[in-house]
């Protein structure tokens, strides 16, 4: 495994609620990366970073936000959850090939 | 913008039996092209990849794709096939020259592989 964790692994919440999910990397990979994965959809890019402070949105990022304070994290927040965001999402990290390397992800669900 | 589409949603597969999971990709510049495969519950690790250089590449667990740019194919194959490769299967693109992945990948709806004994 290419040394990616992401926390939590699982989380249910209500409806309006915050919530944060970390991605955490031992490479001091350049890039990271979240996705979503919903059946039927693949996974689509909600935000990516290429560097400490330096994010851009991807294809799906209303009602998120990132920040990248350190090489090493890369948060993703929900500013007030919906139902529309349960989902699956995945953290990933880049070196400078295109290769990207998956975290396990996280399962949340939005009551 | 570039898209990616897998033709199949589902391939069933006698095991022993050679499969074949078709890619095509549509983009306005030169792409880099990509298969991962997802276990159950598990994340997504890179089977193989096309950068450039011969068409025909070659990856884990047997698996090989060929590019194939006139017709924006990008097919993944296996001569025999195992109940173990009961699995996704996702093509992603992404664009060349993007400062080294910047851009992100671009995924298609994934093809579910199902072998059967």
């Known amino acids: 495994d290419a040394g990616i964790t992401q926390s939590p692994r699982h989380k249910v919440t209500e409806t309006g609620t915050p919530v944060t999910l970390r991605c955490h990397q031992t490479e001091n990979h350049r890039y990271m990366y979240w996705y979503r994965q919903d059946p039927g959809h693949g996974l689509r890019l909600i935000h990516y970073s290429y560097g400490v402070k330096d994010t851009d949105k991807g294809e799906v990022s209303d009602g998120y936000s990132v920040s990248r304070s350190k090489t090493e994290d890369f948060l993703l927040t929900l500013e007030s959850a919906t139902s529309s965001q349960t989902s699956v999402y995945f953290c990933?990290?880049?070196?400078?090939?295109?290769?990207?390397?998956f975290g396990p992800g996280t399962r949340l669900t939005v009551l | 913008a570039q898209s990616v589409t897998q033709l199949d949603s589902q391939v069933p597969v006698f095991e022993e039996a050679p499969v074949e999971l078709r890619c095509n990709y549509s983009?306005?510049?030169?792409?880099?092209l990509f298969w991962y495969v997802q276990y159950p519950n598990q994340g997504l690790q890179l089977l193989l990849k096309?950068?450039?250089?011969?068409?025909l590449v070659k990856g884990i667990n047997g698996f090989e794709a060929e590019f194939n740019k006139s017709q924006t194919s990008f097919h993944l194959r296996k001569p025999s096939v195992h109940i173990s490769d009961t699995a996704e299967y996702f093509c992603?693109?992404?664009?060349?020259?993007?400062?080294?992945?910047?851009?992100?990948?671009?995924f298609g709806k994934g093809t579910h592989l199902i072998i059967q004994p």
């Open positions: 096309y950068l450039s250089g011969s068409t």
């Open positions: 990933a990290i880049s070196w400078d090939n295109n290769e990207q390397f």
């Open positions: 983009s306005s510049v030169s792409v880099y």
């Open positions: 992603a693109v992404s664009v060349r020259g993007s400062g080294g992945g910047a851009d992100g990948l671009t």
